[in-house]
């Protein structure tokens, strides 16, 4: 009870010093106050600008609504040139390059289409193996048995080796056709068919020195390198 | 000329140059007064009224700033002021300036007075020596200001109950500390 009524009073001390408390003197009162309108102005005329330049893009937008439109339009229409304007430059400057990338592009098929045909036509053509083995039948046919031994077992590769022993036949005789006929597959066992053109070329060269000298020079050749070949 | 407290507040949010005046005229007292009671400066007191009352305009012209109760949103950016001064200031200068000012020029002053005016000091001092910080502006605003315990709340940014506790314990400590002074009385 004493704590409350003590409370009390220290409470009624401190309404009193509220009264007691000294006020805003008036001269520091009245600078303060100068010092804020002056505030208040800045602000009331900045917010006065914002609200004018508001008020001002409003009014422009009822008044001259037509004149923004036509020159939105211009200005489309000046920016869609200068991008036509831009490309064509790009494409002047870079002609050759486009024209390079034009030709590449049109070229790509042609030479995919003639390099696969030119590996395999030899192979699997029936027309070209018929018109390559004629000349086996006819050249197999007339001169020793070992060229028809050679020529049954594969079709392409027999005709040149089948030639081969023909002309070496005519140079050398029966002894040379054998040891050729033999040397082929043994040196192309694991690809015949990749290698059937060398011996065409050793053939020809052969056979140019063989068809001037060999058919006449039987006997020279016995004097000349030959005769080293024949010896042993 | 604008009376009512609302609209009063609705024309200061529209920059209204009448309502900004009648605003400043109606609380620069007030907070000078309490503003002095906080830091014991009057210089200070006034500086700090001024940045009040800026504080105001800017937030009004920035379109925030109170929406309903004006008293209670400058007495706290008040405070926050007082308190961010204290921080860097410590300021322990006798509450005795204020009370002074009343006096001057008053004739000589009877026996009750003189009591009453030392037991006036000795509560100042009590406040300034005794009290926390909390404790002193829980005490100001709620004797002093007359603000309620909401209010209060609002203004220091605590809970009520937590208020309540602190005006109950300020009260305590001043009394202890007139302990003396009252079993004179």
Same mark, same amino acid.
């Given at each position: ?15 009193? !010093? ?29 917010? =006065? ?9 409003k009014?422009?937008?009822? =008044? ?10 211009? !200005?489309?229409m ?20 486009i ?63 089948? =030639? ?16 050729? /006929? ?25 056979s ?19 005769s ?5 | ?6 609209? !009063? ?13 009648a605003? +400043?005229?109606? +609380? /620069? ?17 006034d ?9 105001l ?6 379109g925030? =700033? ?32 204020a ?87």
């Amino acid at each position: 009870m004493e704590n409350l009524s003590e409370d009390e009073k220290v409470v009624d001390l401190l309404t009193k !010093l509220k009264d007691s408390n000294g006020g805003y003197p008036s001269d520091m009162l009245a600078a303060r106050r100068r010092t804020y309108l002056k505030q208040m102005a800045n602000v009331g005329l900045g917010i =006065g600008v914002g609200a004018g330049l508001k008020e001002a893009a409003k009014g422009s937008g009822n =008044g001259a609504s037509a004149a923004t439109t036509a020159s939105s339009k211009l !200005l489309e229409m000046a920016l869609v040139a200068a991008i036509a304007v831009e490309a064509g430059t790009a494409a002047f400057l870079y002609r050759d390059k486009i024209a390079n990338a034009i030709r590449s592009r049109i070229s790509e098929p042609t030479v995919q289409e003639v390099s696969p045909p030119s590996n395999e036509s030899s192979v699997t053509d029936p027309i070209l193996l018929e018109a390559v083995g004629t000349p086996l039948v006819a050249a197999s046919a007339t001169p020793t048995p070992s060229a028809t031994f050679t020529s049954t077992p594969s079709g392409t590769l027999s005709t040149s080796v089948a =030639g081969s022993n023909n002309q070496d036949g005519n140079d050398n005789g029966g002894a040379n056709t054998s040891i050729n /006929a033999n040397a082929t597959p043994q040196g192309n066992q694991g690809n015949q068919y990749g290698l059937t053109p060398k011996p065409e070329r050793t053939k020809e060269s052969n056979s140019g020195g063989s068809t001037d000298d060999g058919g006449t020079d039987d006997g020279g050749g016995n004097n000349d390198g030959s005769s080293k070949n024949k010896k042993p | 000329m604008i009376k009512d407290g609302i609209a !009063l507040l609705k024309a200061a949010q529209k920059l209204d140059e009448e309502a900004l005046t009648a605003i +400043f005229d109606e +609380f /620069a007292p007030a907070i000078y007064k309490y503003t002095l009671r906080l830091c014991h400066d009057p210089i200070v007191a006034d500086n700090i009224v001024g940045d009040v009352f800026a504080q105001l305009l800017e937030q009004f012209a920035a379109g925030k =700033g109170p929406r309903t109760n004006l008293r209670s949103y400058l007495y706290q950016t008040a405070y926050h002021l007082v308190v961010d001064r204290s921080r860097y200031n410590q300021h322990t200068a006798p509450l005795e300036i204020a009370v002074n000012l009343n006096e001057r020029g008053q004739s000589l002053p009877t026996q009750t007075q003189i009591e009453e005016r030392v037991l006036m000091e000795a509560l100042v001092t009590a406040m300034n020596s005794e009290l926390t910080e909390d404790q002193r502006h829980v005490v100001i605003l709620r004797f002093l200001e007359d603000f309620s315990l909401k209010e209060t709340a609002e203004i220091i940014g605590k809970d009520v109950n937590n208020i309540k506790v602190i005006q109950n314990r300020g009260i305590a400590k001043l009394r202890k500390a007139l302990g003396l002074h009252l079993e004179d009385e």
